[in-house]
């Protein structure tokens, strides 16, 4: 069982939006950056989003993040085949004194 | 070009050791904290454990404590995590990545297979 919650799969259409929901309590994502990663099938995590909402340099401007309280959301807009991925959640811990990871998003492109 | 490979995995039986090895090359190794996360095979991301910049900190999940040890020997570009008492639950691809912000992973190296089985 995760310390972060997300749902086991989403699905969504070329070209609609989806989001993802990252739950949690105020010891993590409550007091605490969130940042999500993406990995491709056999492929290593790429980081997302930082510090909530924050892109790196190079990733899309169609994946944005959000925070409000507890939760935490990726969005995924004009979706496209290759976004087909398993999606995580992650936030430092303040009670367990480390790194929490939520139990991952599998994103189907139909 | 920022690279991150790690190496030392295989298959040890349980309550062996095994020791991890990432080198690290095209960034200011010193500057950073590093860290180690595994996926077990199907599995979601574990974050195992951090190092700071000088070794004076570390930080790891429970299932580990008293059994990993994290370390760098920052002359040589390079992160270990030392595993002992391993048990069949610690079977996992172990991954090295940099952090920032001190919960975010920016860089990943590809992972090192670990097998543990009798």
């Known amino acids: 069982q995760s310390v972060l919650t997300q749902p086991p799969s989403v699905s969504g259409a070329p070209r609609q939006r989806v989001t993802i929901s990252c739950s949690g309590s105020?010891?993590?994502?409550?007091?605490?950056?969130v940042s999500w990663y993406q990995q491709l099938p056999g492929k290593t995590p790429k980081l997302l989003i930082y510090y909530n909402d924050q892109l790196p340099s190079g990733v899309s401007d169609r994946f944005s993040g959000s925070k409000s309280g507890t939760s935490a959301s990726l969005a995924i807009s004009g979706l496209q085949s290759e976004d087909e991925a398993d999606f995580f959640c992650a936030a430092w811990d303040d009670s367990l004194n480390g790194v929490v990871f939520g139990g991952g998003t599998k994103l189907t492109v139909l | 070009e920022v690279q991150l490979v790690e190496s030392g995995g295989g298959l040890v039986q349980p309550g062996g050791s095994l020791r991890l090895s990432c080198s690290v090359s095209g960034l200011n190794f010193n500057d950073y904290w590093m860290t180690w996360v595994r996926q077990a095979p199907g599995r979601g991301l574990e974050w195992v454990a951090n190092i700071k910049q000088d070794g004076s900190h570390t930080y790891y999940v429970d299932s580990v404590k008293g059994r990993f040890t994290i370390s760098r020997d920052n002359a040589k570009n390079s992160l270990y995590l030392q595993m002992n008492s391993l048990r069949v639950e610690d079977t996992a691809l172990y991954y090295c990545?940099?952090?920032?912000?001190?919960?975010?992973?920016?860089?990943w190296g590809r992972g090192t297979l670990v097998t543990v089985s009798s």
């Open positions: 990545a940099r952090v920032r912000g001190r919960a975010y992973f920016d860089f």
């Open positions: 105020r010891s993590n994502i409550g007091n605490n950056g």
